[in-house]
């Protein structure tokens, strides 16, 4: 109780106001009483202020204690108010009580009075606190409710059953991962789908690990709507009394998102070391094909039998086909762009039907309808064939029992509304290639994820995932499009488009017809860290007019620079090599000799050569003309030494 009460005394008599107010101070009740004798000052005194207890005679001039109590329960429902009444009947006490008066107290026994004015006190603090405890409570349960709902990780009420589930509450997230709805709760696990074998997971892990009550964190995979979903769980006993059911709450993270990027992150790093990796290889492999390459030129003409030329074509075909798998090596593995010019259909598709007939099972049957004409597509010819054999491997794994595989080839006019959901296009005309083939289909489920990156079908070791993700880019990368459409049990038809350059006269790129040049005797230092290039390189420039320095790397190239530089006219130097590379022996033979040119020969398809004028660059293997081309451009005009 307050250390002093205020009470407001509904009193017309003031001898008995004061008796009453004695009688407080010899109970030891300290109050403040303000003492009101009609209806309007009460009012008044209600509305003015708050009172901790309201005291009333029942019977004034003019004035009742009823009406009294009425305007007390509408102006403070909650103050206490005590009938202090001469006499009030049994029947009007019982009637004040229930229309809310706290008590009532006889004037000729005022002994009542203190102790029903602490008792009518402290009841209305304890209803106070409850009050307060229970809106505490309402507003707690309103703020775990929302929470509960709105949390994104999955959480709710589990009743573990004899070989079942039963769903207690369950918030939206749970409903939006599973598909439930709102009536969901008081179901089974069995009956809402719930895979059986996680049902058994969940019921095994609170078996044996969730009735000490201690949290239970386990992993959950199961499949559903045609993909594996990963679950990260808690769960924990509630408590409850002992004749009741157990229940348990559960948390869960949906982990799925997380593994599939963690997955990708170590399938990236994967392809970075295969990147680094194909460098290296890339640069041994050209230094092993370059002086084949270089070889066949000096042994073609010292050959006269037709079925020896026929063999040195077949070995230069061979050579040109490991160079192109050197090249497609790196474009996969690093991304590297290759060279972009007018696409020669009839020997891509050629090269590509030809590969098809020999690799493809004899249960497949392979048509090809190619356009008697074709449209001009600007493009890296080796991107553009890895597209189309991907779209033909996956077709021929679609088709495990054999079947149809046709590839239709043509130039089309694109409709209005492919080209506004295709505006990189930039043309309304294409070749249009359609892969179609009579195998498995792909199922409805998985159809909107076949261009996501590493997403795959296949099992583990027989896909990457990357196939049609890698195709798709390559594809908009030269400004095209690809659909597909597939009808499971009937087969896929895939749909790519190329747009058609705008320049006609454009001529397919080749090689540059005419004489191989030869030189006039001008000096030319060639470095190169392995012998059988040398070797080769030197025969095929000594044979066709030019004197040769050889080196077998930068530093000793530099040595010899410094004493017959004033003779040397062009430096051809590879770019990978111990001791001193390329890029820096032409530095420091450039502090020499300004002037100086320079062929980089690499194996790299994006070599880090210096960026100054008077640097060509020959990719490895080359063949004797092109480094025959590139040594005559190189040196025209002639270097005017120095010295």
Known sequence: MPSSLRILHLE??????????????????????????????????????SFDVILADNHLAGFDGQAALTLAREASPTTPFIFVSGFLGEEKALESLKDGATDYVFKHNLARLGPAVGRAVQETEEHRVRLEAERALRE??????????????????????????????????????????????????????IPPETIQTWLWQIRENGQSGAAVHFDDTFHAG????????????????????????????????????????????????????????????NNVLAPITLALRLFRPKLSDPDDRELIDSVESSVKRGAQIIRQLLTFARGAEGERKVIAWPKLLGDLEQMLHDTFPRSIEVKFAVARELGTVIGDATQIYQVL???????????????????????????????????????ARAVSIRVHDTGTGIPKAIAPRIFDPFFTTKEVGLGTGLGLST????????????????????GTYFHVCFPIHSMTRLMPA????????????????????????????????????????????GRE?????????????????????????????????????PAMRFVVVSGLQEPSTPSRAGVHVLQKPFAAEALLRVVHDALVPPIVNDH
């Open 140 to 193: 707690s349960e309103a703020t775990l409710r929302s929470f509960f709902e709105t949390a994104p990780v999955l959480m709710g009420i589990i009743e573990p059953l004899e070989d079942d589930l039963r769903f207690v509450s369950l918030n939206r997230a749970v409903e939006q991962f599973f598909g439930f709805d709102h009536t969901s709760c008081l179901s089974c696990a069995s009956e809402l789908g």
């Open 557 to 593: 190239a530099l040595e010899i620079f410094q004493q017959e530089g004033h003779r040397v006219q062009l430096v051809v130097t590879d770019l990978m090599m111990p001791t001193m590379d390329g890029a820096t022996l032409i530095e420091r033979i450039r502090e020499i000799q």
């Open 510 to 553: 080749s090689t540059r017809e005419g004489p191989v040049p030869v030189g006039s005797g001008q000096l030319i230092l060639v470095v190169d860290d392995d012998r059988s290039i040398r070797t080769v390189t030197h025969a095929t420039l000594t044979d066709h007019g030019y004197q040769v320095l050889t080196s077998v790397d």
């Open 471 to 490: 195709a798709l880019n390559i594809v908009k990368n030269h400004g095209g499009f690809i659909t597909v459409e597939s009808v499971e049990g009937q």
């Open 389 to 427: 054999m991907n779209l033909c491997v996956n077709a021929r794994d679609a088709m495990p029992n054999g079947g149809q595989l046709t590839i239709t080839v043509d130039t089309t006019e694109l409709s209005h509304e492919q080209v506004r959901l295709h505006p990189a296009s930039n043309s």
């Open 226 to 285: 045609g993909r594996d979903l990963h679950l990260s769980v808690t769960i924990a006993r509630l408590p409850s009394p002992p004749d009741r059911p157990a229940r348990y709450c559960f948390v869960a993270e949906d982990t799925t998102t997380r593994r599939q990027m963690e997955q990708q992150a170590l399938r990236s790093q994967r392809l970075e070391s295969i990147g680094t990796l194909a460098s290296g290889i890339a640069h041994d492999l």
């Open 12 to 49: 017309d008599d003031p001898l008995d106001a004061e008796l009453i107010a004695g009688t407080l101070r010899r109970e030891g009740i300290k109050a403040e009483i303000t003492v009101c004798n009609n209806r309007e000052s009460f009012l008044s005194a209600l509305w003015d202020r």
